[in-house]
Nanobody
Framework: VQLQASGGGLVQAGGSLRLSCAASGRTFSSSGMAWFRQAPGKEREFVAA???????AYADSAKGRFTISRGNAKNTVYLQMNSLEPEDTAVYYC???????????????????WGQGTQVTVSS
């Protein structure tokens, strides 16, 4: 099983990025998926999650700026990030649960599969 995150980069404050995560090795059609991030010197924190029935949840810092979505095949998850701020600078990780209920889990403990991360840097 592999989760491959991509789409990170360097952007100015106020700009946008779209992260993608492609999952392979098994079907994730009944799994929840999410994005977490970790900034230097800080703990990994929840950003956004989406269940297999498209229920969503967002961290307060992401509400109104970020949108999580899934591809039609359910094995891909996206994170559209708008109005980026320097505080959004971090490595962003995608994650997936084992087959689960229709909840958008916000705890990293619920996620079994993890991608390698993609760097997002927002300059002021």
């Amino acid at each position: 099983v592999q989760l491959q995150a991509s789409g990170g980069g360097l952007v100015q404050a106020g700009g946008s990025l779209r992260l993608s995560c492609a999952a392979s090795g098994r079907t994730f059609s009944s799994s929840g998926m999410a994005w977490f991030r970790q900034a230097p010197g800080k703990e990994r924190e929840f950003v956004a999650a989406i269940s297999w029935i498209s229920t969503t949840a967002y961290a307060d810092s992401a509400k109104g700026r970020f949108t999580i979505s899934r591809g039609n095949a359910k094995n891909t998850v996206y994170l559209q990030m708008n109005s980026l701020e320097p505080e959004d600078t971090a490595v962003y990780y995608c994650a997936a649960t084992i087959p689960s209920g229709g909840y958008a889990y916000t705890s990293h403990l619920q996620y079994y599969y993890w991608g390698q991360g993609t760097q997002v840097t927002v300059s002021s």
